[in-house]
């Protein structure tokens, strides 16, 4: 496993630098032509502007971050996988980086849609690497079914979205716009990238795949991965040339209910990965609240919220893509040690694993959006902007408090969702002995979660420089070279008020540790277990658990879940009962709907498909002939 992990970081090393120099290149200087040429499915080429410079380095950072971490966390599967395994899974990592690179700098509509088909491919085989289980083949298949799904709304998008002078894809889309009703065409694009986005109700693969994938992969697809869903919706977005008003009342609800549905599911998981997977749903969410009220802004003609909702969206991606894979990275961390990923299995890892449960904290900080942190900096974007609306008393007052409820409805959820991951599984009492014997991770596991946390520190530091380089990105965009001069001059003393609080409160954190330190220098330090009550001999039964520190939660949103409970009898032979289980399962109602669905659909296609199995040649063969028939007449009659 180690010289085929060696040799595959170097490849994605190598492939990571020419996406930082297209990156960097295409957002100081914009557009940037790699090459262009002709084939028979039209002009391909790379080509970058601000827009896919952002996104690539975003995916060089992660994708080199989520390679290393690799290094560590499948040592535990050797000697379990075989060589092979293991050329087949890093070849589809560097797969999946390859194509999200691809993905961002292809302009053309079918070698887009190629690069997209790649990736999802390769995301596929990353999931399904340990296949050997019932419960990941079942969400790989749920998530190759509702790519495809996706696929055939882009595929349809593309399609109806031509140009009157015959250009196709992204380049086509603004002519077409202007030329017809765009609300068809955006919104088929739409449902084909909000799909890979996760937002609801397209969302039910999310939670699936995220836990079913090793960590690094899950990581990489929910810090990365999910927001190609939002490039390419932002793609269809800046194409608009009218309908922004009722484009962005449709991001807005669908925003509004992506958040609050997923941070409320986040907080009744018990699976460390899936609390993390209904987290990102919500982040999604919050994206696209600050999306839908920057087109309602252009719409009215209020630049400033416009700027400032779209720049708090751009910088929520990059907040977003460097503290989700570090909090995936955590749950990996944990899941070697444990063996397990239920919250209600662990508890005690921060004295095990003080590592781990510091850069854990670190991110549950960033992914609260508290400050002084870049969650809570790409969020001021969006306040910032949502208050000026609010004070100036525009047209656009009761979306703003909308979009600022809900914000600040779901950050108050995300609290108590993450309070909940690091109280019960970091604190406390070992609930198992295979919590007890957890130990920290390798370093191979906890560089990249440095690395991560140090690029967090960066953007909390500097986010006067960060909204400087989101806002120029805008109006390289929308070609106003102006735009993000005259949002800048405003926002940024305000900024700077937030990263000098938030140095402050570092700097006095810090001083009142070292006061305590000196304080007790000199005394008797003893330590004893956590005061009961005055119950003298407390255990970790009587801890508060993941189940009873959300049940008031569960109570409200019980219409949201199917829940289900497992337990093992008591047999009337039992005196003195042993020791039981008991386990309780949360499922989002809209999960099982599909589901429900999905099989009873695929049942009756089956059923009919059945007829033309007759198990002779010529039956087949004149399938195959009426079918290639058809074909040639629906192209002779130019029927598509």
Known sequence: MRCVWTIAFVFVCLLAAGMLFLGQHALVYGYTEVFTANSVFGGQGLQADALSGFFLVIIAVVGVAATLYSRGYLQMYEGKKTTAEFILHFAALWGLIASMGLVVVTPTAFWFLCAWEAMTLCSFLLIMFEGEKPQIRKAGLVYLVMMHVGFVALVAGFSMGVAPDGTGGFAGLPDYFAANNPLPVAILLLIGFLMKAGAFPLHTWLPEAHPAAPSHVSALMSGVMIKMGIYGALRVVFALSSEFFTLGVILLAVGCVTALWGVILAALQDNLKRLMAYSSIENIGIILIAVGVSLMAWGRGDTFLAVCAMGGALMHILAHAMIKPLLFFGAGNVYSQAHTLSVDRLGGLGKRMPLTAALVLFGSVGICALPPLAGFVSEFFIYFGLVDSIASGGGAVISSIIALAV???????????????????????????????????????????????????????????????????????????????????????????????????????????????????????????????????????????????????????????NTSGEAAPVSKDEVFPAPKGFAVSRRDRIETLFVAWWGEYSGMVLERLERFRTGKVNGYVFTALATLFAILLISLFGWI
């Open 407 to 561: 914000i600040s409805l779901s950050g108050g959820i995300v609290m108590m969702a993450f309070i909940k991951l690091y109280g019960v599984a970091f604190q406390g009492l070992p609930r198992t002995d295979e919590a007890a014997r957890a130990r920290e991770a390798s370093m191979w596991q906890i560089i990249p979660m440095g690395l991560l946390a140090g690029g967090v520190i960066i953007i909390s530091a500097f986010p006067s420089l960060f909204s400087w380089a989101v806002t120029g990105l805008i109006a390289k965009i929308y070609d106003m070279p102006g735009l993000g001069g005259s949002v800048q001059f405003q926002i940024a003393p305000a900024l700077k008020w937030v990263a000098t609080i938030g140095g402050a409160l570092v700097v006095l954190t810090a001083l009142l540790a070292l006061l305590r330190k000196a304080a007790l220098r000199n005394r008797p330090v003893e330590s004893g277990p956590t005061w009961g009550c005055g119950f003298s001999d407390p255990d970790a039964k009587m801890q508060y658990s993941g189940e009873s520190f959300s049940e008031g939660l569960q109570n409200i949103a019980a219409s949201l879940t």
